[in-house]
């Protein structure tokens, strides 16, 4: 159902799956099998994971409300054990966000990998245009990792400078793209073919590689970034493509971007979603008046009292 109805990816049908065969773990030391289990068990259940990450309980709570809302609704469950339990209150820490700066910083390094001489030049070329185009398009689209990796070949074609991505729930978006970013598409292209599988003569991926998957990997990209961030003097532990995506909605948001602009960008099903952008913003001004404002900082507010004594 999660597959076929909600159209869930494949990462959040294999965490639903190990939540599920962790619950049923847990049952099997309680006696009740999964299908009977009632709602006792499950707020014991969800009590065991308080040595865990809120986000963490949370979110195995949810996986157990999917699953036996579906039982209900189906007719194989006459309850729902699940819906008197509260979900644990979710810390919203504000997420990692990158400055313009970085940005810029980022860009220039991934750049001078083009520029500088090489031993096998079509090769070393190919890896680092294609490495710009990645740092691009992550910081012009604020694509999900999982977005761009899969990102298919004919969804750069031009569309009046947006990008076709589609997102969870298989849902479709147009991510408009910069003139940097268009550029930087246009001269990966053109050595794109360097990164085919061996004996394959096309690929539908825009970033294809000789992975089992036939693209790149997340992994792969988020070491790809890792080691751009120590080319960039930045610290490796600042820089994922989530951090990227952060980078993206928080410096629109502090440029002037509604939130429902944003939202759409990003995908977000649920504007709360996007909102915290609004306080990352927000704590970045304040950051700004506390280092920029005299009257802000300590020695200018101690020599005027002094002054005023």
Known sequence: ???????????????????????????????????????????????????????????????????FGFLYAEGIRADDPTSTIEAPRRERPLPKVLSRKDIEALIAAAREGVAAPKGNKNRQDADALRLVCILELFYASGMRVSELATLPLAAANNRDGFLLVRGKGQKERLAPLNTGARAAIRDYLKLRDTFLPSGAKASKYLFPSRSAEGHLTRRRLHQMLKELALKANIDP?????????????????????????????????????????THVASERLREVVRAAHPLAKPDRRSQADTEDS
């Not at 065969?21 to 289990?37: E, H, I, N, Y």
């Not at 499950?42 to 709570?61: D, E, F, H, P, W």
């Not at 951090?243 to 502090?254: I, K």
């Open 1 to 67: 159902m999660m597959s076929a109805e909600r159209g869930a990816s494949q990462n959040t049908l294999a965490a639903y799956r190990r939540d599920l065969v962790d619950f049923a773990g847990a049952l099997a030391r309680m006696g009740p099998g999964l299908r009977s289990a009632s709602g006792a068990e499950v707020k014991r259940y969800i009590a065991s994971l308080s040595g865990m990450a809120r986000a963490t309980q949370a979110r195995r709570l949810s996986t157990l409300r999917q699953f």
């Open 237 to 277: 532990d600042k820089l994922s493509p989530h951090v990227l995506r952060h980078a993206f909605a928080t410096h629109l948001v502090e440029g002037g971007a509604d939130l429902r602009s944003v939202q759409t960008m990003l995908g977000h099903a649920d504007i709360a979603t996007t909102q915290i952008y």
